[in-house]
């Protein structure tokens, strides 16, 4: 049973003809892609903007019409994974290195879709290491910085050389293990000079769509 599966497709059954569609990143976001690439096929009339662009190719190969962002106006739904969520709808994305995309797509939408298996629900954010997005220049000012704030940071690596986001920055994962207060962190991550944003998603999400390992699916809206 695959359970990512099982939520993106739930997901997708919110997408209608005529949606202007944000399309997320990661294993589970990909088989929300793929499905609306299978109703593409079989008619469906939408149109869309990735998140990144591994996300963009797949939606390109599927036939999934990419609109260029200046052409596309505001999004009606925007279907994405996430690491963490906990009980209020907060999030830890950016475990595939696309947060600053999701967050520009995530707050230009209408409604933001959360799909992921039942394991990604948390009581308090923070097991899964915070992913921050820092420039390249003097990064290892930016590194100190973040050591000061008390964020434990680790550059992510690619082989032996500093992972590259698609903005061409880096990552400094941020081991943090429990977030007291998840708005007043992303505040403070986002005022430091060379922090691009990071991996916080505070009251963004407005339905989690969790498969359980049993297969069934937990629902939950925003009030
Ligand atoms: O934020 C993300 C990418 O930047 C992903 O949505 C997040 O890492 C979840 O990925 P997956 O569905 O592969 O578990």
Redesign the pocket.
């Known amino acids: 049973m695959n359970l ?1 599966k099982i939520a993106a497709e739930r997901a997708a059954e919110y997408i209608k003809d005529g949606m202007k569609v944000g399309l ?7 088989f929300a892609i793929c499905r609306l690439g299978e109703r593409v096929r079989d008619g469906l009339q939408i149109q869309a903007v990735a ?2 662009e591994a996300s963009d190719k797949l939606a390109r190969e599927w036939g999934i019409p990419i609109i260029p962002f200046d052409q596309i106006g505001r999004l009606d739904i925007t279907i ?4 963490e969520v906990d009980p209020d709808f907060n ?9 600053l ?2 967050k520009i797509v995530a707050a230009n939408s209408d409604k933001l879709i ?4 039942g394991s ?1 629900a948390v009581q308090q954010l923070g097991q899964f290491p915070l ?1 921050v997005e820092v420039v390249p220049f003097a990064s290892e000012w930016t590194f100190q910085a973040l050591e000061n704030l008390g964020c434990r940071p680790k550059w992510r690596m690619n082989g032996d050389e500093r992972y590259l986001t698609d903005n061409g920055n880096l990552i400094a994962d941020c081991q943090m293990e429990a977030i007291e207060n998840a708005a007043e962190l992303n505040v403070k991550l986002n005022m430091l000079p060379g922090v691009v944003d990071n ?1 916080l998603f505070v009251d963004m999400a407005d339905t989690v769509i969790l498969a359980k390992d049993d297969g069934s699916i937990d629902e939950r809206h925003r009030s």
């Open positions: 990512k997320g990143t990661g294993s589970t976001a990909y998140t990144s994405d994974g996430a690491d999030l830890i994305k950016g475990g595939g290195g696309a947060l995309r999701e959360i799909v992921a298996d990604k992913p991996g």
